[in-house]
Structures are given as structure tokens and as C-alpha cells.
């Protein structure tokens, strides 16, 4: 009996024994596991380029003043047909342009003052080129002393202003997201290589929006477009 007892407790001893160990290797894999997957560097790449507008919004923006309505519509449509006629002779496409209603005021009416203005009517419209003829609107813009000849009063401010565009986007997304996502990687190669580390896959990537900007305010039919992407790469021994 004493023999069976003693047998019995060495069995169960190594059982014991083979179960610290075996536990002991599993707990040291899975802290290496847990290590391993919470070791991450968060980096951003960036990717610009220089492009040049592929539109052209041309406000031509004009008014003109009288006492008679018939007579302000009159000359309202004469001076929309003096326009368009400049714009055709500038090569542009009669298609790509079009024109607002017109808005007319009574000046009498909105008048606080003890002085009548000497014209009752005042009325403006806009005539609008839009065109991918981005050139040909730059070297036309100086040339509306044209108009002013011809006897078109145009009101040219901010909210009239030219506007030169980049609707192209979507043709140099692929290429500039690709080229952000390296930049980022480089960023991680280098934290890694700094760290004694090795980058491993992407846990995480998100894209940034994409920013359509002038250039700078002297030549605003050039733009610089910037993507900024955000990625988190595991880190591995």
C-alpha cells in the first residue's frame, strides 16, 4: 500500500509539474501576443501637387438706370447682346454662356431723403461665361475696356469676381493617395528603425479630405491640391 501511495504521488507530482510548465509557456505566449499586437506607431503622409484649372466661371456683371421701365428692359438687353457679342468674338462658344434676370429697383421707392434721384430705374443682370477655355478667359479679362466703349457700365467686384476651377479630382485620387500612404511609411520606417523595431502590416488607415486651394493670389488658375492620410502600423522585433 505504502508503494501504490508513493507511486501515486509521483504521478501526480509530475502531472503538476508538466501543467506549471506547459501553463508557464502559454502565459509568456500570449503576453508576447499581447505585447506584439498592442506595439503600433500612428504616422500621417502627405501628398500635394500643382495642377492647373480645367474651368473658367467669368461674371460680366452690368447695370443701367432710367425712368422709364420699357426703356431700362431695352436697354438692359441691349447691353446682354453687346456682351455676348465680345464673348463670340473672343472665340468662345455661344453654348457655354447664359445670363441672370434681371433685377430692377425703384429708387424712389426705397428714397428717405428730401432729393429725388434724377433716375427712377435702376437695373442689373449678369451675363456668365462658364468654359474650360481657361486661357483664352486670362487673355481676354483685360480687354473689357471693350465694353466700357461700346457703353456697358459693368460693376466688377468681389462677389463678381472670375473664378478658375479644378474639376478633375477624381482622375489623380488613385495616384496621390498612393503617394501619401508611402510618405507615411517612410515616416514609420524611420520611427521603427529608431526604436530597434521593423514595420509590420497596416492595423489602421484613414484618408484625409482632399484640399483644392490657389496657388497663391497672383495666379489663382493654378491650384495645389493636398491629401493628408493617417495610418497606424504594427510594430514587430
Request: no cysteine; aromatic share 8%; hydrophobic share 40%.
Amino acid at each position: 500500500m505504502a508503494v501504490d501511495r508513493t507511486l501515486q504521488g509521483l504521478v501526480l507530482g509530475g502531472l503538476v509539474a508538466i501543467g506549471l510548465v506547459w501553463g508557464g509557456s502559454y502565459i509568456k505566449d500570449a503576453a508576447q501576443v499581447w505585447r506584439d499586437a498592442n506595439r503600433s506607431v500612428t504616422v500621417k503622409g502627405l501628398a500635394e501637387r500643382e495642377v492647373a484649372a480645367n474651368v473658367a466661371l467669368w461674371p460680366l456683371h452690368y447695370s443701367v438706370a432710367g425712368n422709364e421701365l420699357s426703356g431700362l428692359q431695352a436697354e438692359l438687353a441691349q447691353d446682354e447682346a453687346t456682351i455676348r457679342e465680345f464673348l463670340e468674338a473672343q472665340g468662345f462658344d455661344a453654348s457655354n454662356i447664359s445670363v441672370t434676370p434681371p433685377q430692377v429697383q425703384d429708387r424712389y421707392a426705397n428714397n428717405y431723403g428730401n432729393s429725388q434721384p434724377e433716375e427712377r430705374y435702376s437695373g442689373e443682370a449678369t451675363v456668365l461665361l462658364r468654359t474650360p477655355k481657361v486661357s483664352a478667359v486670362k487673355a481676354a479679362l483685360p480687354k473689357t475696356s471693350q465694353l466700357v466703349r461700346e457703353g456697358v457700365l459693368l460693376s466688377p467686384n468681389y462677389e463678381y469676381r472670375t473664378e478658375f476651377l479644378f474639376t478633375d479630382l477624381e482622375r489623380i485620387k488613385p495616384e496621390m493617395i498612393a503617394e501619401a500612404t508611402a510618405d507615411a511609411r517612410r515616416a514609420a520606417q524611420q520611427f521603427a528603425e529608431d526604436s530597434g523595431s521593423r514595420v509590420g502590416a497596416i492595423k489602421r488607415a484613414s484618408q484625409g479630405y482632399f484640399s483644392i486651394e490657389d496657388l497663391d493670389s497672383y495666379t489663382p488658375d493654378l491650384k495645389k491640391v493636398r491629401v493628408v492620410t493617417t495610418i497606424d502600423y504594427a510594430l514587430e522585433d
